[in-house]
């Protein structure tokens, strides 16, 4: 009776190591996917020219907020507005391995519009219609929502450099993380 007490403690005890363990390997799966998506968004950040507007300022020290999703009108090289987002969403199924990346823009008549390109696992890109709604997560698709923030004239950097933050949050998990990386160009 004594050994069958012993064994059920234990057993007890190697069950919740288990569930501890099945928590913590999502929390570092979804840490990852944030990591590798921050990387990502500074990457095509870091590759537009300078003059390009989606990396310009042209009031105060900052564009863009790591707090909310921020839309600015800017003047390009060429003279004309261009309508930039500091955010977006990437949506990620686990079921098949499908990733996709919808950003909004702005349509002739002002109206937001939203534009998914799906990555395929056998390497097929597709890129949807523009859409009035953004995709909702549904079954096994978890969402991501990027912000970034650019500042010039940061104290500690050089006079001409930019310093790009780029926050990643999960957003249709309760009690996930965020994850921020930042570079300066």
Do not use: C
Request: proline share 5%; charged share 15%.
């Amino acid at each position: 009776m004594i050994a069958i007490v012993i064994l059920a403690v234990g057993l007890l005890g190697a069950a919740a190591l288990l569930a501890q363990l099945t928590g913590t390997s999502s929390t570092s799966r979804y840490m990852s996917t944030e990591a590798l998506l921050a990387s990502e968004k500074l990457d095509d950040l870091n590759r537009l020219p300078d003059l390009d507007p989606a990396i310009s300022i042209t009031t105060g020290n900052s564009a863009g907020s790591l707090t909310a999703d921020t839309t600015a009108s800017l003047i390009a090289p060429d003279g004309t507005t261009v309508v930039v987002d500091y955010f977006d969403t990437v949506a990620i199924s686990s079921g098949n391995g499908s990733m996709e990346e919808t950003v909004s823009s702005k349509d002739a008549a002002g109206n937001t519009v939203f534009i998914t390109t799906t990555h395929e696992p056998d390497g097929t890109i597709t890129i949807s219609a523009p859409a009035a709604t953004a995709p909702v997560g549904a079954g096994d698709t978890l969402l991501f929502r990027r912000r970034w923030v650019i500042e010039q004239d940061v104290p500690g950097l050089p006079p001409e450099s930019r310093r790009i933050t780029v926050q990643v949050s999960l957003q249709n998990v309760t009690g996930s993380v965020n994850f921020q990386s930042s570079m300066v160009r």
